[in-house]
């Protein structure tokens, strides 16, 4: 595993976003049930966001729910809703203690009155940390944002606010629920599969991805060291040669 010594800090991705994949699973290897998982999950979650605050990331994406994962099982789903309400309420002092701001992405109005209010009041008490913006995406997809996006923006075409004729990737990107962020350097899934899962469709045009086959219950901080590790040795070219990059 990489060693904080061996991470370039002039070279740290703006944004990372991961893919907190392998719950169930880790817990089916230990003969629990698939909350267990989740409930041993939270370790995961604050070692990345710790990690990533000291190492300069000014942005981390956590895919937290899904809007497929509305449709599993009920009682999986409402102990979901409910250790993220314990989550968010325990861990609001730490995000204070450490300037960390918290917002979320994603059909928020779907989750339950608890959940809303608990994110909602987390989100304004954290809204003057400067270190780095954790972003929760709960009951998100990429497909719902582009759709969301979609709708808006042909409302405003409709009511005159812009010209079809204007619109460009900036004008689609500043309807995202991710405007304002800059787009993910970094994906980072865990569990070894090897799919984006309807995440961040849009922002991930130029994303490096970094799939690990550890279980996300099992992830701590060497592991996203060792993810920064090996997108520090790739080449970003967007679309260009290695050798007009050399000029430039």
């Known amino acids: 595993m990489a060693e904080r010594s061996e991470i370039d800090l002039s070279n740290i991705p703006a944004h990372v976003a991961v893919i907190m994949d392998g719950n169930g699973r880790w817990a089916k290897q230990r003969g629990g049930l698939r909350v267990f998982g989740h409930q041993s999950a939270i370790t995961a979650v604050r070692d990345t966001v710790e990690e990533a605050a000291e190492l300069g990331v000014q942005y981390l994406t956590l895919y937290a729910f899904s809007t497929e994962n509305w449709n599993r099982p009920a009682m999986e789903v409402t102990a979901l809703m409910q250790l993220l309400v314990h989550t968010i309420r325990k861990e609001t002092p ?31 008490l954290t809204k003057g940390g400067n270190r780095m913006t954790l972003v929760l995406a709960l009951s998100y997809s990429g497909r719902w944002d582009l759709t969301q996006a979609a709708q808006r923006l042909a409302i405003d075409v409709a009511a005159g606010r812009v010209e079809p004729a204007s619109v460009t990737e ?11 962020m800059p787009d993910p350097e970094l994906l980072i899934r865990t569990s070894g599969e090897q799919r984006i899962s ?27 060291r060792e993810a920064l590790k090996a997108y520090q040795g790739r080449e970003r070219r967007f679309g260009k040669t290695s050798e007009q990059l050399s000029i430039s």
């Open 198 to 224: 309807n995440f961040l469709l849009w922002q991930l045009a130029y994303t490096e991805l970094y799939i690990m086959p550890v279980l996300w219950p099992d992830f701590r901080r060497s592991h996203f």
């Open 94 to 124: 730490t995000l204070l203690k450490n300037s960390v701001r918290l917002q979320s992405i994603g059909d928020v109005n779907s989750l339950p009155q608890s959940c809303q209010r608990e994110l909602a009041e987390a989100i304004e």
């Open 170 to 180: 900036a004008t689609v990107s500043g309807y995202l629920a991710t405007a304002g």
